[in-house]
Each structure stands twice: as structure tokens, then as C-alpha cells.
């Protein structure tokens, strides 16, 4: 597949809409930056936005919705996140909220974290398309990995046209960096991502913000900022045999004999349906084991990032 972008239009906003809803990619203009974009909530759709772009972590992704109603159903707003989203929403504004129980959302595109980020696009073609698609979507910016965020249709098919479905064209970004991002956790504004929106505008509504430490050792709020999943069961990475009831998350046709619970990211050894089932996999044995043996995983492709996201999944942590 190799896209040229294409003009919007009504035709072309309804099949990228028809596109979405498949589980293809398609690159939208937003008034940031162009997203590539894909149904957030199918794991395999959102693992495909990880293989197009070649990136070498599971990062959690920016989740779109066309309307305040669509948000509501991801995730809990309290107070300040309703104020900042009644004087922010539609626009550069993503807001990191905490997950709904019955949230649809695969757990892929929030990098297996219990908070979201939800924004709501200003532009009028990434909104006709959100009403098209009619569910979330998951947009990165529709760059390959390590390259600056696109601002023309150009830009996307230059880095990514071979990787998408369909690059809808809508002219040059109006304003050029993306969203600002803040987290409304705890009762606490945090910011974590300087963009589009200044933060003196965010402050004027909502008091002083908290600015987020670089330093991952020193989260300006402990626990609230942590952006990787940590399982509460021990992980032991690589394991090629497995001790007493430990539970296995295998991949591939060859997993090692134990009693324990199981789990297969792939038996056919496809890495994007590996990377579709990760963190759904992980907390599901998380449920039920207390220690987790994960098989070598291959480091090409999309098992970088799956590797990436055991290593820090495994890590030792504080209690
Ligand atoms: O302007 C934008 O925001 C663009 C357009 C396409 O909407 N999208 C974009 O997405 O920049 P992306 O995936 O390139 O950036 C997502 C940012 C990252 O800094 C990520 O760490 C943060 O949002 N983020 C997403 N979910 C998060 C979460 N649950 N907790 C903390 N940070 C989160
Ligand atoms: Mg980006």
C-alpha cells in the first residue's frame, strides 16, 4: 500500500470513516499536527499504528472523540478537567483522565495504564472524520518514528506513505506543534507535554498548574505520573523453563511444560498480534499469578517495543 494524499472531501471524509471502522490506518489533519489514526479500540488496529511508524516503545497514544458525550464514555472527569475541557474543547487540549471501568479502549493504546488521554480536534476535517468513524480513534502524530511531526500531507506520505491506508490532504496546520497535555488525577493539574495550548491560558482557569519532573525518580506527584505499566507479579524475562505454578506468557509454537496459567501473544510468532494481545495479556496473568515467566521475545520489528515495555514492566520497583 502506498498512499498520495488525497483532497477532503465528502467521498473522501466517508471512506476514511469506512476505512477506520475496518481497523485500516488513515492520516487526518488536525489543527496541531496531522495524526495517523486507527480505531482505538481494537488492539490489532492500534498495534498497526506501532508497526507504521516504527516505533521503538509502546507509547500511550492521544485518544480523539468527536464530542463530549464520546469522551464521557473513557473516561471520569472531575472538576478541573470539566472546566478545562468547557474552555478548551474543541481544540489543542489533550486531557490525561482516568480510565472508565467499561471503557472500550484497547489497553495497547493507553500502554497498558488506567488513565487516557482524550482529546477533542477543533479542525473541521478531523471532526467530520471522528463523526464518520464513529468510534475513538488512536492518533499519533503521523510521522515515522524519530522524524518531527507533519504539518502538510506531504509531509505524511514523505514519511509514512507506504504504511497508511489513505492521507487525507486539508492544507497546512494551523498550528503546527501538538496539543498541550495535562493530567487531571487526584485533584491535581499536572502538565505533561507544553503545546498548542499556553499554559498561562490553562492557569488562568485553573489556578497554578504543576509542572512534571523530567526526572522519572522524582515524580512531582508520586504514583500519578508514572507513565508505564508495572504489574503487581514479579516478571522474569527470556525464561525457557518454568518453576512450580508460575505463570507463562509464551510466543510462538514452542512454550516450555509447567501447571501454572498460560498465555500465547502469538502461536503463529506474529509480532503484530503479539504486540495487539501485550498488556491485555500481562494483566490478565497479573489476576491470577504472582510470578510471571515471559519466553525470549525476537528483537526485530515490533518486539523491540514489546521487549522495551518487559524491561521496564520487570524492572524492580519500590514497594
Ligand atoms: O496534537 C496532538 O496531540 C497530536 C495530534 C495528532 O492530535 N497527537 C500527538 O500524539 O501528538 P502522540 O502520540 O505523538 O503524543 C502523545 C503524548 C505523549 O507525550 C504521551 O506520553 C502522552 O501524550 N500520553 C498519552 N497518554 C498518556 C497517559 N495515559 N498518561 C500520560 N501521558 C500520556
Ligand atoms: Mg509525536
Known amino acids: 500500500?502506498?498512499?498520495?494524499?488525497?483532497?477532503?472531501?465528502?467521498?473522501?471524509?466517508?471512506?476514511?470513516?469506512?476505512?477506520?471502522r475496518d481497523g485500516k490506518l488513515v492520516a487526518f489533519p488536525t489543527e496541531t499536527v496531522y495524526g495517523l489514526g486507527a480505531d482505538a479500540t481494537s488492539?490489532?488496529?492500534?498495534?498497526?499504528?506501532?508497526?507504521?511508524?516504527?516505533?521503538?516503545?509502546?507509547?500511550?497514544?492521544?485518544?480523539?472523540?468527536?464530542?463530549?458525550?464520546?469522551?464521557?464514555?473513557?473516561?471520569?472527569?472531575?472538576?478541573?478537567?470539566?472546566?478545562l475541557a468547557a474552555a478548551f474543547w474543541p481544540g489543542p487540549l489533550s486531557l490525561v483522565l482516568p480510565r472508565r471501568p467499561d471503557c472500550p479502549v484497547s489497553l495497547l493504546a493507553s500502554a497498558g495504564l488506567d488513565t487516557i488521554a482524550v482529546r477533542m480536534p477543533a479542525h473541521g476535517t478531523a471532526r467530520a472524520i471522528l463523526a464518520a468513524a464513529s468510534v475513538p480513534i488512536a492518533a499519533p502524530?503521523?510521522?515515522?518514528?524519530?522524524?518531527?511531526?507533519?504539518t502538510r500531507a506531504d509531509h505524511v506520505a514523505d514519511s509514512l506513505g507506504n504504511n497508511v491506508d489513505l492521507i487525507l490532504d486539508d492544507g497546512?496546520?494551523?498550528?503546527?506543534i501538538e496539543s498541550t497535555v495535562v493530567?487531571?488525577?487526584?485533584?491535581?493539574?499536572?502538565?505533561?507535554?507544553?503545546?498548542?495550548?499556553?499554559?498561562?491560558?490553562?492557569?488562568?482557569?485553573?489556578?497554578?498548574?504543576?509542572?512534571?519532573?523530567?526526572?522519572?525518580?522524582?515524580?512531582?506527584?508520586?504514583?500519578?505520573?508514572?507513565?508505564?505499566?508495572?504489574?503487581?507479579?514479579?516478571?522474569?524475562?527470556?525464561?525457557?523453563?518454568?518453576?512450580?505454578?508460575?505463570?507463562?506468557?509464551?510466543?510462538g509454537?514452542?512454550?516450555?511444560?509447567?501447571?501454572?496459567?498460560?498465555?500465547?501473544?502469538?502461536p503463529t510468532g506474529d509480532l503484530r498480534e503479539a504486540a495487539a494481545n501485550l498488556f491485555a495479556m500481562l494483566r490478565e496473568l497479573d489476576g491470577i499469578s504472582s510470578a510471571i515467566a515471559v519466553v525470549p521475545i525476537p528483537q526485530?520489528?515490533?518486539?523491540?517495543?514489546?521487549n522495551d515495555r518487559l524491561v521496564r514492566a520487570a524492572a524492580p520497583r519500590d514497594a
Open 183 to 251: 493530567a487531571c488525577l487526584d485533584g491535581t493539574a499536572t502538565l505533561l507535554r507544553p503545546g498548542g495550548l499556553a499554559i498561562e491560558d490553562i492557569e488562568a482557569v485553573t489556578g497554578p498548574v504543576q509542572m512534571a519532573s523530567g526526572d522519572p525518580d522524582q515524580p512531582a506527584s508520586p504514583g500519578m505520573l508514572a507513565s508505564h505499566y508495572a504489574p503487581d507479579a514479579a516478571l522474569r524475562l527470556n525464561a525457557t523453563s518454568l518453576a512450580g505454578d508460575e505463570g507463562l506468557l509464551a510466543f
Open 172 to 176: 497546512p496546520c494551523q498550528v503546527g
Open 141 to 150: 502524530s503521523a510521522n515515522a518514528s524519530g522524524a518531527i511531526s507533519p
Open 253 to 266: 509454537s514452542a512454550a516450555p511444560a509447567g501447571d501454572g496459567p498460560r498465555r500465547n501473544l502469538s
Open 1 to 20: 500500500m502506498t498512499a498520495r494524499p488525497i483532497t477532503a472531501t465528502a467521498e473522501t471524509i466517508a471512506k476514511a470513516g469506512e476505512l477506520l
Open 43 to 83: 488492539d490489532t488496529a492500534v498495534a498497526s499504528i506501532f508497526a507504521a511508524k516504527n516505533r521503538p516503545t509502546f507509547n500511550p497514544l492521544i485518544v480523539h472523540v468527536a464530542d463530549m458525550e464520546a469522551a464521557r464514555a473513557l473516561v471520569v472527569f472531575d472538576s478541573l478537567a470539566e472546566q
Open 300 to 306: 526485530t520489528g515490533l518486539g523491540r517495543a514489546i
